[in-house]
Protein backbone atom coordinates (compact mmCIF):
# COMPACT_ATOMS: atom_id res chain seq x y z
CA UNK A 1 0.00 0.00 0.00
CA UNK A 2 1.19 3.23 -1.24
CA UNK A 3 0.29 6.31 0.48
CA UNK A 4 1.20 10.28 -0.23
CA UNK A 5 2.00 13.09 1.98
CA UNK A 6 0.51 16.58 1.37
CA UNK A 7 3.40 18.03 0.30
CA UNK A 8 3.44 15.26 -2.49
CA UNK A 9 6.06 12.70 -1.17
CA UNK A 10 5.19 9.06 -1.63
CA UNK A 11 5.86 6.09 1.16
CA UNK A 12 5.05 2.69 1.94
CA UNK A 13 2.56 1.70 5.04
CA UNK A 14 4.42 -2.37 4.35
CA UNK A 15 7.71 -1.95 6.38
CA UNK A 16 5.71 0.04 9.44
CA UNK A 17 3.12 -2.86 9.67
CA UNK A 18 5.79 -5.48 9.64
CA UNK A 19 7.57 -3.85 12.20
CA UNK A 20 4.37 -3.49 14.47
CA UNK A 21 3.63 -7.11 14.04
CA UNK A 22 7.18 -8.06 15.12
CA UNK A 23 6.97 -5.91 18.18
CA UNK A 24 3.68 -7.67 19.27
CA UNK A 25 4.90 -10.95 18.41
CA UNK A 26 7.42 -10.29 20.86
CA UNK A 27 5.85 -8.63 23.53
CA UNK A 28 2.96 -11.37 23.70
CA UNK A 29 5.81 -14.36 23.70
CA UNK A 30 7.81 -12.12 26.60
CA UNK A 31 4.24 -12.61 28.68
CA UNK A 32 4.26 -16.55 28.32
CA UNK A 33 5.50 -18.10 31.51
CA UNK A 34 8.91 -19.59 30.82
CA UNK A 35 9.34 -23.27 30.36
CA UNK A 36 10.38 -24.84 33.91
CA UNK A 37 13.56 -25.83 34.07
CA UNK A 38 15.05 -29.39 33.81
CA UNK A 39 14.63 -30.32 37.58
CA UNK A 40 17.93 -32.01 38.67
CA UNK A 41 18.28 -34.34 41.78
CA UNK A 42 15.22 -36.35 40.78
CA UNK A 43 14.47 -38.94 43.01
CA UNK A 44 11.45 -41.61 43.60
CA UNK A 45 9.32 -42.71 46.69
CA UNK A 46 10.55 -45.58 48.58
CA UNK A 47 8.46 -47.40 52.38
CA UNK A 48 8.43 -45.82 55.76
CA UNK A 49 9.83 -48.77 57.36
CA UNK A 50 8.91 -49.30 60.80
CA UNK A 51 9.13 -47.49 64.17
CA UNK A 52 12.21 -45.09 63.68
CA UNK A 53 15.06 -45.32 65.23
CA UNK A 54 15.19 -41.33 65.96
CA UNK A 55 12.57 -38.71 64.70
CA UNK A 56 14.25 -34.91 64.63
CA UNK A 57 10.72 -33.12 64.05
CA UNK A 58 7.51 -33.42 62.76
CA UNK A 59 4.19 -31.68 62.26
CA UNK A 60 0.59 -32.34 61.73
CA UNK A 61 -1.07 -29.04 62.23
CA UNK A 62 -3.47 -30.37 65.07
CA UNK A 63 -2.04 -27.74 67.71
CA UNK A 64 -0.77 -24.31 67.07
CA UNK A 65 1.99 -24.93 69.33
CA UNK A 66 4.70 -24.49 66.75
CA UNK A 67 2.55 -21.85 64.79
CA UNK A 68 5.13 -19.40 64.87
CA UNK A 69 7.48 -21.63 63.09
CA UNK A 70 4.35 -22.16 60.07
CA UNK A 71 6.65 -20.05 57.84
CA UNK A 72 4.56 -20.59 54.20
CA UNK A 73 0.93 -21.72 53.77
CA UNK A 74 -2.51 -20.97 54.97
CA UNK A 75 -4.09 -23.40 57.43
CA UNK A 76 -6.94 -25.14 55.99
CA UNK A 77 -9.65 -26.99 58.31
CA UNK A 78 -11.92 -27.72 56.08
CA UNK A 79 -11.99 -30.74 53.18
CA UNK A 80 -9.41 -32.75 55.27
CA UNK A 81 -7.99 -36.45 54.17
CA UNK A 82 -8.63 -38.80 56.20
CA UNK A 83 -7.42 -39.17 59.65
CA UNK A 84 -4.60 -41.86 60.04
CA UNK A 85 -5.15 -42.05 63.98
CA UNK A 86 -7.73 -42.27 66.85
CA UNK A 87 -8.63 -38.94 66.81
CA UNK A 88 -10.27 -36.57 63.71
CA UNK A 89 -8.34 -34.52 61.48
CA UNK A 90 -8.44 -30.78 62.73
CA UNK A 91 -5.85 -28.62 60.42
CA UNK A 92 -3.64 -29.18 56.91
CA UNK A 93 -1.47 -26.61 55.00
CA UNK A 94 -1.78 -25.08 51.80
CA UNK A 95 0.68 -23.81 49.96
CA UNK A 96 0.71 -19.82 49.24
CA UNK A 97 2.77 -17.82 46.50
CA UNK A 98 6.32 -17.78 47.09
CA UNK A 99 9.41 -17.05 46.25
CA UNK A 100 12.33 -19.87 46.55
CA UNK A 101 14.27 -19.59 49.81
CA UNK A 102 17.85 -20.64 48.47
CA UNK A 103 19.15 -17.19 48.02
CA UNK A 104 22.33 -18.64 46.06
CA UNK A 105 20.90 -21.36 43.96
CA UNK A 106 17.44 -21.15 43.83
CA UNK A 107 15.80 -19.23 41.07
CA UNK A 108 15.08 -15.51 42.80
CA UNK A 109 12.86 -14.76 39.39
CA UNK A 110 10.35 -17.52 39.30
CA UNK A 111 7.30 -18.04 41.84
CA UNK A 112 6.17 -21.37 43.22
CA UNK A 113 3.49 -22.29 45.74
CA UNK A 114 4.88 -23.26 48.64
CA UNK A 115 4.68 -24.96 51.98
CA UNK A 116 7.49 -24.33 54.92
CA UNK A 117 7.69 -25.43 58.05
CA UNK A 118 10.91 -24.25 60.49
CA UNK A 119 11.75 -27.46 63.18
CA UNK A 120 13.15 -25.07 65.89
CA UNK A 121 15.81 -25.71 67.50
CA UNK A 122 17.36 -27.31 64.29
CA UNK A 123 18.27 -30.81 64.73
CA UNK A 124 21.52 -33.26 64.05
CA UNK A 125 21.00 -35.65 61.40
CA UNK A 126 21.11 -39.37 61.99
CA UNK A 127 23.00 -41.96 58.98
CA UNK A 128 19.59 -42.49 57.32
CA UNK A 129 17.22 -39.48 57.43
CA UNK A 130 14.19 -39.81 55.50
CA UNK A 131 11.50 -37.61 54.98
CA UNK A 132 7.53 -38.69 55.11
CA UNK A 133 4.60 -36.54 54.58
CA UNK A 134 0.98 -36.44 52.69
CA UNK A 135 0.48 -34.27 49.88
CA UNK A 136 -2.63 -33.56 47.41
CA UNK A 137 -1.29 -31.52 44.33
CA UNK A 138 -3.52 -30.42 41.12
CA UNK A 139 -1.82 -28.69 37.84
CA UNK A 140 1.12 -30.21 37.97
CA UNK A 141 2.42 -33.80 38.69
CA UNK A 142 6.22 -32.41 40.10
CA UNK A 143 7.02 -31.91 44.10
CA UNK A 144 10.34 -30.19 45.24
CA UNK A 145 11.33 -31.29 49.11
CA UNK A 146 14.28 -28.90 49.91
CA UNK A 147 15.90 -28.90 53.51
CA UNK A 148 18.39 -25.81 54.83
CA UNK A 149 21.33 -27.27 56.34
CA UNK A 150 22.49 -25.01 59.26
CA UNK A 151 26.16 -26.76 59.38
CA UNK A 152 27.00 -25.81 55.94
CA UNK A 153 24.43 -22.75 54.83
CA UNK A 154 23.38 -23.50 52.02
CA UNK A 155 19.82 -25.82 50.52
CA UNK A 156 19.60 -29.09 49.52
CA UNK A 157 16.57 -30.13 47.39
CA UNK A 158 14.96 -33.56 46.12
CA UNK A 159 12.71 -33.54 43.23
CA UNK A 160 9.30 -36.09 42.57
CA UNK A 161 8.28 -36.25 38.92
CA UNK A 162 4.95 -38.16 37.84
CA UNK A 163 2.90 -37.91 40.73
CA UNK A 164 -0.87 -38.82 41.11
CA UNK A 165 -2.86 -35.78 40.99
CA UNK A 166 -6.44 -34.68 42.73
CA UNK A 167 -5.97 -36.95 45.36
CA UNK A 168 -4.46 -37.50 48.38
CA UNK A 169 -1.14 -39.53 48.65
CA UNK A 170 1.54 -40.85 51.19
CA UNK A 171 5.09 -39.96 50.38
CA UNK A 172 8.82 -40.80 51.98
CA UNK A 173 12.04 -40.15 50.25
CA UNK A 174 15.52 -40.52 51.18
CA UNK A 175 16.88 -37.04 52.28
CA UNK A 176 20.08 -38.38 52.22
CA UNK A 177 20.17 -38.33 48.16
CA UNK A 178 19.67 -34.64 49.11
CA UNK A 179 22.24 -32.17 47.18
CA UNK A 180 22.46 -28.83 46.15
CA UNK A 181 20.12 -27.78 43.00
CA UNK A 182 23.21 -27.84 40.63
CA UNK A 183 24.14 -31.52 42.10
CA UNK A 184 26.86 -30.45 44.30
CA UNK A 185 27.21 -30.46 48.36
CA UNK A 186 27.68 -34.44 48.72
CA UNK A 187 25.25 -36.40 50.67
CA UNK A 188 23.49 -35.71 53.50
CA UNK A 189 25.31 -36.53 56.46
CA UNK A 190 24.98 -37.36 60.11
CA UNK A 191 25.26 -34.92 62.86
CA UNK A 192 24.54 -32.26 59.64
CA UNK A 193 21.89 -29.65 61.58
CA UNK A 194 19.07 -28.82 59.60
CA UNK A 195 16.91 -26.17 59.29
CA UNK A 196 13.58 -25.25 56.94
CA UNK A 197 11.77 -28.39 55.95
CA UNK A 198 10.15 -27.02 52.64
CA UNK A 199 7.67 -28.08 49.79
CA UNK A 200 7.38 -26.28 46.59
CA UNK A 201 5.02 -26.96 43.74
CA UNK A 202 4.62 -25.00 40.04
CA UNK A 203 3.46 -21.36 40.60
CA UNK A 204 0.00 -22.01 38.96
CA UNK A 205 -0.42 -25.52 40.69
CA UNK A 206 -2.38 -25.99 44.27
CA UNK A 207 -0.66 -27.93 46.87
CA UNK A 208 -1.73 -29.23 50.40
CA UNK A 209 0.29 -30.93 53.03
CA UNK A 210 -0.21 -32.78 56.20
CA UNK A 211 1.27 -35.33 58.71
CA UNK A 212 5.37 -34.23 58.06
CA UNK A 213 7.65 -36.72 59.69
CA UNK A 214 11.46 -36.68 59.68
CA UNK A 215 13.24 -39.23 60.98
CA UNK A 216 16.19 -41.74 61.24
CA UNK A 217 14.55 -44.70 59.73
CA UNK A 218 14.22 -47.98 61.73
CA UNK A 219 17.38 -50.10 61.99
CA UNK A 220 17.24 -53.49 60.63
CA UNK A 221 15.10 -55.84 62.30
CA UNK A 222 13.00 -54.05 63.41
CA UNK A 223 9.09 -55.14 63.73
CA UNK A 224 7.53 -52.46 65.23
CA UNK A 225 5.10 -50.80 63.13
CA UNK A 226 5.51 -46.68 62.04
CA UNK A 227 3.14 -44.67 64.96
CA UNK A 228 -0.31 -43.67 63.48
CA UNK A 229 0.66 -40.69 64.66
CA UNK A 230 3.11 -38.92 66.36
CA UNK A 231 2.35 -36.79 69.50
CA UNK A 232 5.46 -35.31 71.18
CA UNK A 233 9.12 -35.85 70.55
CA UNK A 234 11.87 -34.86 72.99
CA UNK A 235 16.06 -34.87 72.56
CA UNK A 236 18.35 -32.44 73.91
CA UNK A 237 21.03 -31.66 71.88
CA UNK A 238 20.20 -28.45 70.21
CA UNK A 239 18.53 -25.29 71.86
CA UNK A 240 18.60 -24.66 75.87
CA UNK A 241 17.19 -25.52 78.72
CA UNK A 242 13.98 -23.28 79.83
CA UNK A 243 13.47 -21.99 76.30
CA UNK A 244 13.28 -24.60 73.35
CA UNK A 245 13.38 -26.92 76.10
CA UNK A 246 10.97 -26.06 79.11
CA UNK A 247 10.95 -27.93 82.36
CA UNK A 248 12.92 -29.44 85.31
CA UNK A 249 16.00 -31.06 84.68
CA UNK A 250 19.36 -29.67 83.16
CA UNK A 251 21.27 -30.24 79.67
CA UNK A 252 24.10 -32.13 80.06
CA UNK A 253 26.53 -33.86 77.47
CA UNK A 254 26.97 -37.46 76.75
CA UNK A 255 29.87 -39.67 77.76
CA UNK A 256 32.10 -40.77 75.51
CA UNK A 257 31.14 -42.85 73.09
CA UNK A 258 27.66 -41.55 72.93
CA UNK A 259 27.66 -37.64 71.31
CA UNK A 260 25.15 -34.66 72.08
CA UNK A 261 23.10 -34.31 74.88
CA UNK A 262 20.87 -35.31 77.27
CA UNK A 263 18.49 -34.75 80.63
CA UNK A 264 19.64 -34.88 84.35
CA UNK A 265 17.33 -35.32 86.98
CA UNK A 266 16.99 -32.46 89.34
CA UNK A 267 16.02 -32.19 93.13
CA UNK A 268 11.84 -32.11 92.96
CA UNK A 269 11.82 -29.04 95.81
CA UNK A 270 8.56 -30.64 96.55
CA UNK A 271 9.57 -34.32 97.44
CA UNK A 272 13.72 -33.85 97.70
CA UNK A 273 13.69 -36.88 95.29
CA UNK A 274 15.17 -36.62 91.70
CA UNK A 275 12.73 -36.06 89.20
CA UNK A 276 12.65 -34.92 85.32
CA UNK A 277 10.19 -32.86 84.20
CA UNK A 278 9.53 -32.24 80.77
CA UNK A 279 6.87 -29.89 79.47
CA UNK A 280 5.62 -30.36 75.76
CA UNK A 281 5.51 -26.41 75.21
CA UNK A 282 1.60 -26.88 75.21
CA UNK A 283 -1.32 -29.14 75.24
CA UNK A 284 -1.35 -32.16 73.41
CA UNK A 285 -4.15 -34.44 72.64
CA UNK A 286 -4.17 -38.08 73.18
CA UNK A 287 -5.35 -40.72 71.73
CA UNK A 288 -6.66 -44.09 73.15
CA UNK A 289 -3.44 -46.10 73.42
CA UNK A 290 -0.82 -43.64 73.52
CA UNK A 291 3.14 -45.43 73.59
CA UNK A 292 6.26 -43.82 75.52
CA UNK A 293 9.21 -44.49 74.27
CA UNK A 294 12.74 -43.45 75.64
CA UNK A 295 16.28 -44.05 76.71
CA UNK A 296 17.57 -43.58 80.18
CA UNK A 297 20.70 -44.31 82.43
CA UNK A 298 20.46 -45.13 86.37
CA UNK A 299 23.10 -45.71 88.24
CA UNK A 300 21.63 -48.10 90.31
CA UNK A 301 18.63 -50.65 90.18
CA UNK A 302 15.14 -48.79 91.56
CA UNK A 303 11.97 -48.46 90.80
CA UNK A 304 11.36 -45.79 88.08
CA UNK A 305 7.99 -43.98 87.79
CA UNK A 306 6.87 -42.46 84.00
CA UNK A 307 3.93 -40.19 84.49
CA UNK A 308 1.74 -38.33 81.78
CA UNK A 309 -0.29 -35.06 82.99
CA UNK A 310 -1.66 -32.02 82.73
CA UNK A 311 0.07 -29.62 84.79
CA UNK A 312 -2.96 -27.29 83.98
CA UNK A 313 -6.07 -29.64 84.82
CA UNK A 314 -4.26 -31.84 87.07
CA UNK A 315 -5.05 -34.87 85.38
CA UNK A 316 -2.23 -37.38 85.47
CA UNK A 317 -1.55 -41.22 84.78
CA UNK A 318 1.78 -43.25 86.11
CA UNK A 319 3.63 -46.30 84.89
CA UNK A 320 5.65 -47.96 87.14
CA UNK A 321 9.03 -49.42 85.67
CA UNK A 322 10.26 -51.50 88.73
CA UNK A 323 13.09 -53.71 87.29
CA UNK A 324 14.93 -51.16 84.81
CA UNK A 325 18.50 -51.48 83.89
CA UNK A 326 21.57 -50.04 85.56
CA UNK A 327 24.38 -48.47 85.02
CA UNK A 328 24.05 -48.24 81.32
CA UNK A 329 21.73 -47.00 78.88
CA UNK A 330 18.59 -49.01 78.15
CA UNK A 331 15.22 -48.71 76.00
CA UNK A 332 11.96 -48.65 78.26
CA UNK A 333 8.53 -48.41 76.56
CA UNK A 334 5.57 -47.83 78.39
CA UNK A 335 1.57 -47.44 77.43
CA UNK A 336 -0.91 -45.04 78.60
CA UNK A 337 -4.54 -45.89 78.14
CA UNK A 338 -6.83 -43.27 78.06
CA UNK A 339 -10.80 -43.47 77.79
CA UNK A 340 -11.77 -39.80 78.44
CA UNK A 341 -12.59 -37.80 75.26
CA UNK A 342 -10.90 -35.06 73.95
CA UNK A 343 -8.19 -35.61 76.73
CA UNK A 344 -4.76 -33.55 76.43
CA UNK A 345 -1.11 -33.97 78.12
CA UNK A 346 1.39 -31.30 78.20
CA UNK A 347 3.95 -33.33 80.89
CA UNK A 348 6.05 -36.28 81.01
CA UNK A 349 7.67 -36.85 84.35
CA UNK A 350 10.12 -39.10 85.33
CA UNK A 351 10.50 -39.44 89.29
CA UNK A 352 12.92 -41.54 91.68
CA UNK A 353 12.27 -42.03 95.51
CA UNK A 354 15.87 -42.34 96.25
CA UNK A 355 19.28 -40.30 95.35
CA UNK A 356 20.56 -41.21 92.24
CA UNK A 357 21.46 -40.30 88.93
CA UNK A 358 19.11 -40.54 85.98
CA UNK A 359 19.50 -39.63 82.61
CA UNK A 360 16.86 -39.35 79.86
CA UNK A 361 16.97 -38.71 76.18
CA UNK A 362 15.36 -39.52 72.83
CA UNK A 363 11.81 -39.47 74.14
CA UNK A 364 8.98 -40.37 71.95
CA UNK A 365 5.72 -40.27 72.83
CA UNK A 366 2.69 -41.46 69.98
CA UNK A 367 -0.28 -43.67 69.36
CA UNK A 368 1.27 -47.29 67.88
CA UNK A 369 0.73 -48.50 64.42
CA UNK A 370 -1.58 -51.67 63.90
Given at each position: ????????????????????????????????????????NM?S???????????????????????????????V??????????????R??????????????G?R?????????????G??????T??????????????R??L?S?????????V????????????T?????A???????G?L??????????FY???????????????????????R????????T????????????????????????L?????R?????????P????Y?????P?????????????????????????????????V?????K?????????DFV??K????A?????????????????????????
Amino acid sequence: MVLATPEGHAFSLFPMIHRLAYLLLLSSACALPAAEPVPQNMTSLLDRGGLPYRVHAFEDFETTIEKRWWLRGRAVTKNLPESLSSLPNRRLMRAVKSKDFDRKMGDRTRRYKAVVFNPVPGPPMGKRTQLSFRYRLEGTDRLRVQLYSLTNNYHRCLVLGGLPQGQWQAATVDMTEARRPDGSGGPLSEDERIDDIQFYAAHGAELKIDDIVLYDRAVEGEQRPFPKRIIFTGWFDTGKQGKEWPGDFEIVRHKNPLTWDAARAVVNKQTSWPWIRVYMRGPRPLGKLNRLRFRYRLDRKVPLTVTLANGQTGWRKSVVISQPKADRWGEAVVDFVTQKPDLKADEIRFSLDQNIELLVDDLLLYEPGD
